[in-house]
């Protein structure tokens, strides 16, 4: 590659440093576009064979010296953020360092503001697809080095070399940088992540029932978002009797001036016992549930309607008012904790309810009495209030198709008769409170959509929706006004559709659950598993070598041991049974009157026997060369010629190894 490739490269390289900057937010645009201007202006000047020196090097070093102070004016008055003006700085720094003359070879300070750019969008990221970047951005940081490591030892040794292709050493490094990461991870100490917030903001001005108060004096819109604010896990069992799900967010039971606030706020710090907190009194079916939630107002919990006992958050208080609670000592975006629903529930202290302040007017009293009639049972009050609204008035979606005149809770009742969650569940209160029956508005989330693969509910922003609660004297129960039709989480999608949104939500639930959210306590519990199941392992083991030797133990297997020991004492009795041929050709001798020594050999044995006993000497002759094609026959087989075997004794030109051996043998 050559050297105008290179630098090209470099410079894309710090511009694609960059690139998640723009999803996270975590600085404002407008540095960023003047960094890439910059940027894509040196890159063009390389590209036409110019130097990249695109703004003349004593204005910059002139702004480099200003900047100084400037950092200072926009860390306290314009970011209002140390972290915001230190990656501002950065920027300024990526783009001086190009422009710097050539033969400062500053290579090495370019790549390490390149990473810190890295490190900065990495910190404010939190989505998946932030994967592929860190593998991208690794790759071409490995080529880089190689190419620098190859040019300083080039130069260090003083001899040309060429440079090796750096393509597969870099993919090399990637995957091997990779999976140590990968084997690392459950061990790293935890980081909280995003260091920065991205993207993640409060509902404080939607039309959802998630603000802090319900204000009918306000023009207002709903958008679609498809931000995922909760994932509810329950079993098979518990689906026909928990669904649809409701997650209760906020809770208005107060009127002032056209709008609905909260009650009283009071901070009560709750008592748990064994990680797990009560919050009710359960009665009827029960099941438990898990819950992943995004925090989005504050550190507030989104419980199911129905739960009674929570577990898995540190501190849970009561606050900002009645039935609401808050993780008080939770410091990450995203939760995971347990809880215990029932089918019906009660307070565990007990308390008297009052009804609302709205202001009734005769008119509103006179529908309220006209639609339950004679029913003085309020739980069936409710039921009919709820089902005369759902059917004789229209549901709009969007508060802004209502016009621009203001539309308070008296005209949606008696003039206007159409009107969004809000409207419905404000004006069942209103009816509920002539009638002098405690009742309240609830805002939270409504449904979701059961994910297959993974088998739970995922609930989005969009989801959001307001019904009501009615107090029957022990707890409160749920009614909702809005037309079931036309509560979120009815649209419809084909099968394909549907499944691969399924899939892209279960690698996001993975990426939350298992890397963004993977905590001390995960790690924790991941070590007991492995040491239980290491306990477990060592106890099956035991057990089944206690079986084995139990069975080892009968009588057919000690019989059959018995058998294998005594055929394995025969083979050793007959191979010791087998002698050399000069053992024996030495025990013969002995006998003969000729004491054969340790050191010496069969020619000489035979010699002494010449001498003394030269008859039998004779016979015994052909032994030594006997005995040589024996112990070197298998050498000769190895060799596979006849050659060898000539060489080996007197014999040649012997058509056969057999007839040699044969041969040399008589010839001895």
Same mark, same amino acid.
């Given at each position: 590659?050559?050297?105008?490739?290179?630098?090209?490269?470099?410079?894309?390289l710090?511009?694609f440093?960059a690139?998640?900057?723009?999803?996270t937010?975590?600085i404002?645009?407008?540095?960023?576009?003047?960094?890439?201007?910059?940027?894509?202006?040196?890159v063009?000047?390389?590209?036409?064979?110019?130097?990249?020196?695109?703004?003349?090097?004593?204005?910059?070093r002139?702004?480099?010296?200003?900047?100084?102070?400037?950092?200072?004016v926009?860390?306290?008055?314009?970011?209002? =953020?140390?972290? *915001? #003006? /230190? +990656?501002? &700085?950065?920027?300024? $720094?990526?783009?001086?360092?190009?422009?710097?003359?050539? !033969?400062?070879?500053?290579?090495?300070?370019?790549?390490?503001?390149?990473?810190?750019?890295?490190?900065a969008?990495?910190?404010?990221?939190?989505h998946?697809?932030?994967?592929?970047?860190?593998?991208?951005?690794?790759?071409?940081?490995?080529?880089?080095?190689?190419?620098?490591?190859?040019?300083?030892?080039?130069?260090?040794?003083?001899?040309?070399?060429v440079?090796?292709?750096?393509?597969r050493a870099a993919?090399?490094?990637?995957?091997?940088?990779?999976?140590?990461?990968?084997?690392?991870?459950?061990?790293?100490?935890?980081?909280?992540?995003?260091?920065?917030?991205?993207?993640?903001? =409060?509902?404080? *001005? #939607? /039309? +959802?029932? &998630?603000?802090?108060? $319900?204000?009918?004096?306000?023009?207002?819109?709903?958008? !679609?978002?498809?931000?995922?604010?909760?994932?509810?896990?329950?079993?098979?069992?518990?689906?026909?009797?928990?669904t649809?799900?409701?997650?209760?967010?906020?809770?208005?039971?107060?009127?002032?001036?056209?709008?609905?606030?909260?009650?009283?706020?009071?901070?009560?710090?709750?008592?748990?016992?064994?990680?797990?907190?009560?919050?009710?009194?359960?009665?009827?079916?029960?099941?438990?549930?898990?819950?992943?939630?995004?925090?989005?107002?504050?550190?507030?919990?989104?419980?199911?309607?129905?739960?009674?006992?929570?577990?898995?958050?540190?501190?849970?208080v009561?606050?900002?008012t009645?039935?609401?609670?808050?993780a008080?000592?939770?410091?990450?975006?995203? $939760?995971?904790?347990?809880?215990?629903?029932?089918?019906?529930?009660?307070p565990l202290?007990?308390?008297?309810?009052?009804?609302?302040?709205?202001?009734?007017?005769?008119?509103?009293?006179?529908?309220?009495?006209?639609?339950?009639?004679?029913?003085?049972?309020?739980m069936?009050?409710?039921?009919?209030?709820?089902?005369?609204?759902?059917?004789?008035?229209?549901?709009?979606?969007?508060?802004?198709?209502?016009?621009?005149?203001?539309?308070?809770?008296?005209d949606?009742?008696?003039?206007?008769?159409?009107?969004?969650?809000?409207?419905?569940?404000?004006?069942m209160?209103?009816?509920?409170?002539?009638?002098?029956?405690?009742?309240?508005?609830?805002?939270?989330?409504?449904?979701?959509?059961?994910?297959?693969?993974?088998?739970?509910?995922?609930?989005?922003?969009?989801?959001?929706?307001?019904?009501?609660?009615?107090?029957?004297?022990?707890?409160?129960?749920?009614?909702?006004?809005?037309?079931?039709?036309?509560?979120?989480?009815?649209?419809?999608?084909?099968?394909?559709?549907?499944?691969?949104?399924?899939?892209?939500?279960?690698?996001?639930?993975?990426?939350?659950?298992?890397?963004?959210?993977?905590?001390?306590?995960?790690?924790?519990?991941?070590?007991?598993?492995?040491?239980?199941?290491?306990?477990?392992?060592?106890?099956?083991?035991?057990?089944?070598t206690?079986?084995?030797?139990?069975?080892?133990?009968?009588?057919?297997?000690?019989?059959?041991?018995?058998?294998f020991?005594?055929?394995?004492m025969?083979?050793?009795?007959?191979?010791?049974?087998?002698?050399?041929?000069?053992?024996?050709?030495?025990?013969?001798?002995?006998?003969?009157?000729?004491?054969?020594?340790?050191?010496?050999?069969?020619e000489?044995?035979?010699a002494?026997?010449?001498r003394?006993?030269?008859?039998?000497?004779?016979?015994?002759?052909?032994?030594?060369?006997?005995?040589?094609?024996?112990?070197?026959?298998?050498?000769?087989r190895?060799?596979?010629?006849?050659?060898?075997?000539?060489?080996?004794?007197?014999?040649s030109?012997v058509?056969?190894?057999?007839?040699?051996?044969?041969?040399?043998?008589?010839?001895?």
């Open positions: 590659m050559s050297e105008r490739r290179r630098e090209i490269e470099f410079l894309l710090t511009m440093a690139v998640p900057l723009y999803a937010q975590a404002s645009f407008i540095p960023l576009i003047a960094f890439d201007v910059v940027m894509i202006g040196i063009l000047r390389v590209l036409s064979g110019r130097d990249p020196e695109l703004i003349p090097l004593p204005v910059m002139g702004l480099a010296i200003a900047y100084i102070l400037f950092y200072a926009d860390a306290a008055v314009i970011s209002r =953020s140390a972290i *915001s #003006a /230190s +990656t501002h &700085l950065v920027l300024f $720094i990526a783009a001086y360092q190009p422009m710097e003359p050539a !033969n400062r070879r500053n290579e090495a300070q370019r790549l390490l503001t390149a990473s810190l750019i890295f490190v969008s990495v910190a404010t990221a939190t998946i697809a932030i994967v592929p970047f860190v593998i991208a951005f690794a790759f071409l940081l490995f080529r880089q080095l190689i190419h620098l490591s190859h040019r300083d030892s080039v130069e260090a040794a003083g001899v040309a070399a440079e090796p292709p750096a393509t993919a090399f490094y990637v995957c091997g940088t990779t999976a140590i990461g990968i084997l690392l991870f459950p061990m790293l100490p935890r980081v909280r992540n995003p260091l920065v917030p991205g993207m993640m903001g =409060s509902l404080s *001005s #939607a /039309s +959802t029932g &998630l603000s802090d108060t $319900i204000n009918f004096n306000d023009q207002r819109t709903i958008t !679609n978002d498809a931000t995922v604010v909760s994932r509810v896990w329950m079993g098979p069992e518990a689906i026909p009797f928990f649809p799900l409701r997650l209760r967010g906020m809770i208005y039971e107060r009127f002032r001036n056209n709008e609905w606030v909260q009650g009283r706020r009071d901070f009560m710090p709750l008592d748990g016992r064994n990680g797990a907190v009560r919050i009710a009194r359960p009665s009827g079916y029960t099941r438990p549930a898990a819950i992943q939630q995004r925090f989005i107002i504050g550190r507030r919990l989104f419980l199911p309607v129905g739960t009674y006992e929570v577990a898995g958050v540190p501190q849970i009561e606050y900002p009645r039935d609401m609670y808050t008080w000592q939770s410091r990450s975006d995203v $939760i995971n904790y347990d809880v215990h629903m029932a089918w019906s529930t009660t202290r007990i308390q008297r309810m009052t009804v609302t302040n709205y202001p009734i007017r005769p008119e509103v009293l006179a529908m309220a009495r006209q639609i339950v009639g004679s029913e003085t049972d309020a069936k009050q409710a039921k009919r209030i709820e089902s005369y609204l759902s059917t004789r008035f229209r549901y709009v979606p969007d508060p802004a198709q209502l016009g621009p005149a203001r539309v308070n809770v008296d949606f009742l008696l003039r206007v008769h159409r009107g969004h969650c809000e409207y419905f569940a404000a004006g209160v209103a009816l509920m409170t002539a009638l002098d029956v405690p009742s309240r508005i609830v805002g939270g989330f409504y449904g979701g959509k059961l994910n297959p693969l993974t088998g739970y509910f995922i609930v989005r922003r969009e989801d959001a929706h307001a019904w009501v609660e009615v107090f029957d004297g022990n707890g409160w129960r749920t009614f909702d006004p809005t037309p079931a039709s036309l509560r979120p989480g009815n649209a419809q999608s084909g099968l394909i559709v549907a499944y691969a949104s399924a899939l892209s939500d279960s690698i996001n639930y993975f990426w939350d659950r298992y890397i963004l959210t993977f905590g001390l306590a995960d790690q924790i519990a991941l070590a007991a598993e492995l040491i239980s199941q290491a306990r477990l392992a060592m106890a099956n083991l035991n057990r089944s206690r079986t084995a030797v139990v069975n080892l133990l009968t009588v057919r297997y000690l019989a059959a041991l018995a058998g020991l005594a055929l394995a025969l083979t050793l009795w007959i191979a010791r049974r087998r002698r050399p041929a000069f053992e024996l050709l030495r025990d013969h001798l002995r006998a003969r009157g000729i004491e054969v020594g340790p050191s010496m050999t069969m000489e044995a035979l002494e026997l010449r003394k006993q030269p008859e039998v000497a004779e016979l015994l002759q052909p032994l030594p060369a006997f005995v040589a094609a024996t112990r070197f026959r298998a050498r000769l190895r060799n596979g010629s006849a050659s060898s075997c000539a060489s080996a004794s007197p014999c030109g058509p056969t190894r057999r007839t040699c051996d044969a041969r040399s043998v008589r010839a001895g």
